[in-house]
C-alpha cells in the first residue's frame, strides 16, 4: 500500500476548488452588488512554491468571479476554470492539457461537488474546515482551514516529500530560509 508521502511525492498537477479552501467559503457582497472574497498571502506563497518546484496548478471552481480572476493571474496560474459546475469533465479535459496520469494529481476540497473529483485523483487533501464526507475519503487533511493557510500547509507537505525543502519543523509542513515570504 502507497503512504501518504510517496502519494504526494507524485503530483505534478494540484488542483483546488476556491470557496471553502483558497478563502474561508464565506461570500461578501458590497452594498452595490460587488463580490468580495479574501485570500490568505501565505496559501499565495505556498503555490508560487510549488509552481517554481515544477508542479502545475490548476482552479476549478463551480463560481464564476473577477475576483478569483485577479488572484490566480498574481499569482500566475495558467488553468483558471470558473463556473464549471460539472467539475469532472472539467478535471478530465485538464489531464489531457497537462498531460499528467491521475495518479499524479492531487485535489484540495471542502465540501461534496469536491468528491468526484477526489475520486479520481492520486492524492487527495481536505482543509480542516472541510464537510465529513470529503474527510472521510481525503488521503491527507491539512490542520488549518481554508482561507486560513491550509493550502500553504498542503503545497509545504507535497514540496517536503518531494525533498524540495531541505528541513522539516513537522509532519505536516516544511519551511526553509532559502525562501522569504512574498505573495
Not at 76 to 82: D, E, L, T
Not at 92 to 121: F, H, Q, T, W
Not at 132 to 160: H, M, N, Q, Y
Amino acid at each position: 500500500m502507497t503512504n501518504t508521502r510517496d502519494k504526494a511525492a507524485k503530483i505534478k498537477l494540484l488542483i483546488l476548488d476556491v470557496d471553502g479552501v483558497l478563502t474561508d467559503g464565506k461570500i461578501w457582497y458590497s452594498d452595490d452588488g460587488r463580490e468580495q472574497k479574501c485570500f490568505h498571502t501565505q496559501d499565495g506563497f505556498g503555490m508560487k512554491r510549488l509552481q517554481k518546484a515544477g508542479v502545475q496548478l490548476a482552479i476549478i471552481s463551480g463560481r464564476q468571479s473577477n475576483v478569483v480572476d485577479r488572484r490566480m493571474k498574481e499569482l500566475g496560474i495558467a488553468h483558471v476554470f470558473q463556473g464549471h459546475e460539472n467539475k469532472t469533465a472539467t478535471y478530465e479535459s485538464l489531464l489531457k492539457i497537462c498531460n499528467v496520469a491521475p495518479e499524479a494529481v492531487g485535489y484540495i476540497g471542502d465540501d461534496s461537488p469536491d468528491i468526484p473529483i477526489m475520486e479520481r485523483v492520486g492524492f487527495r487533501i481536505a482543509v480542516d474546515n472541510a464537510v465529513p464526507e470529503v474527510k472521510s475519503i481525503a488521503d491527507w487533511c491539512t490542520s488549518r482551514r481554508g482561507g486560513e493557510g491550509a493550502v500553504r500547509e498542503a503545497c509545504d507537505f507535497i514540496l517536503s516529500a518531494k525533498q524540495h525543502c531541505p528541513s522539516k519543523t513537522s509532519e505536516n509542513s516544511c519551511f526553509d530560509s532559502e525562501y522569504q515570504h512574498e505573495s
